[in-house]
């Protein structure tokens, strides 16, 4: 089953231009990850943001979480062409001595040169 | 260090036929998972290992799938009979997991480049 409902499901900008994906999701998380994958291949994980934290920068990433909406956001500043993959949102939550990680349904970037 | 590896990159099948995926994680990881990806969807957990004892396999169909992890290191995957609609990206990972004594951590997935089955 998919914990989290990304949105938009796609998402086209033009090179230099700011992507803001959103991610919503059910239950309790210990924290909240963002990964990428470019097509063909696996998911890189991007960022990592915690429970009890609200914003969380990397580079030209910013991750903000909201646990009372049960939401979070990944903004990418300067998209470049390269940054054009799909997005996915993952929530972990830690019971009974092992990680339970759940993929949303994703976000798929076109950064156009 | 090395990352996760899978094998076969390809594999195209007929129905009823059987199919199995090899991966070998990165080297330390406790934690092993296979994901189900579906075209246009995100990774849906089948089967995550804990060392070599499973931990999570409620979404595994265990009518024709199965898995195992030797000596907690390599895992294989097998489906038979396949059906249709078992063409996927089928996609291992692995991760620290939790840390020891009590305490808990909580350490990021690595994937492989997974194995595209077709079912025909």
């Known amino acids: 089953s998919q914990q989290g409902e990304e949105d938009p499901q796609a998402l086209s900008i033009q090179e230099g231009e700011n992507a803001t994906m959103n991610c919503s999701y059910k239950t309790s998380i210990n924290n909240l990850q963002w990964y990428r994958q470019n097509s063909g291949r696996g998911l890189v994980h991007l960022i990592l943001i915690r429970s009890n934290e609200r914003e969380k920068h990397s580079g030209r990433l910013r991750v903000t979480l909201d646990t009372s909406k049960k939401s979070s956001s990944l903004l990418i500043t300067a998209s470049r062409a390269a940054d054009t993959a799909s997005y996915f949102c993952?929530?972990?939550?830690?019971?009974?001595?092992?990680?339970?990680?759940?993929f949303g349904t994703g976000t798929k970037l076109q950064v156009i040169p | 260090e090395a990352g996760v590896a899978q094998s076969p990159r390809y594999k195209i099948i007929e129905k009823r036929q059987s199919v199995a995926f090899w991966c070998n994680p990165i080297?330390?990881?406790?934690?092993l998972y296979w994901y189900q990806q579906i075209l246009g969807q995100g990774p849906k957990l089948l089967i995550q290992?804990?060392?070599?004892?499973?931990?999570?396999d409620s979404q595994l169909p265990k009518d024709r799938f199965s898995a195992e992890r030797l000596k907690g290191v390599d895992s294989t995957l097998k489906i038979q009979p396949a059906k249709l609609e078992d063409s996927a990206v089928y996609l291992c990972?692995?991760?620290?997991?939790?840390?020891?004594?009590?305490?808990?951590?909580?350490?990021?997935?690595?994937f492989g480049n997974g194995t595209r089955l077709t079912v025909t």
């Open positions: 993952a929530t972990v939550l830690n019971s009974g001595g092992y990680q339970k990680v759940t």
């Open positions: 990972a692995s991760s620290l997991g939790l840390g020891q004594g009590g305490s808990s951590y909580n350490s990021p997935l690595h």
């Open positions: 080297s330390g990881h406790a934690t």
């Open positions: 290992f804990q060392n070599n004892g499973v931990v999570d």
